[in-house]
């Protein structure tokens, strides 16, 4: 029970630093619409920022509990969260290509999960 408690703490984390990529891209739509003048350029820019600040002091506690090796394999699981924001947040179309690229990704993790 312990390791499935430490991994979805892991996987949390992980779901959080991808949030970073949604604000990036948020921000990114309203200084394309309105500029640098956009008041919600500026709230999504802060919340990215902080996004990483609270990533960072999640990511340095739960290393401490896994090899390396084994937590930055699973912080590819980034990408796959980045997919699921991709259509949920932003309606866009997943290729076959991609899903065969998460599936790839998630073969890889497995298999090193498998060997610790």
Known sequence: MERIKKYVLLHL????FSLTGVFSKIASQYYSKE??????LYVF????????FF????????IKRFELNVAYANRNVYLI????????????NLSINNILGLMLVFVGVLVVVWNE
């Not at 969260?81 to 866009?92: D, M, T, Y």
Request: proline letters at 0%; glycine letters at 2%; aromatic letters at 16%.
């Open 81 to 92: 969260w980045s997919q699921v924001w991709a259509v949920v947040i932003f309606r866009e």
């Open 35 to 40: 500029g640098l003048t956009s008041l919600m």
């Open 13 to 16: 984390t992980i779901m959080l």
């Open 55 to 62: 990533y960072a002091l999640a990511w340095q506690r739960i």
């Open 45 to 52: 820019l802060f919340l990215m920022l902080l996004n990483c």
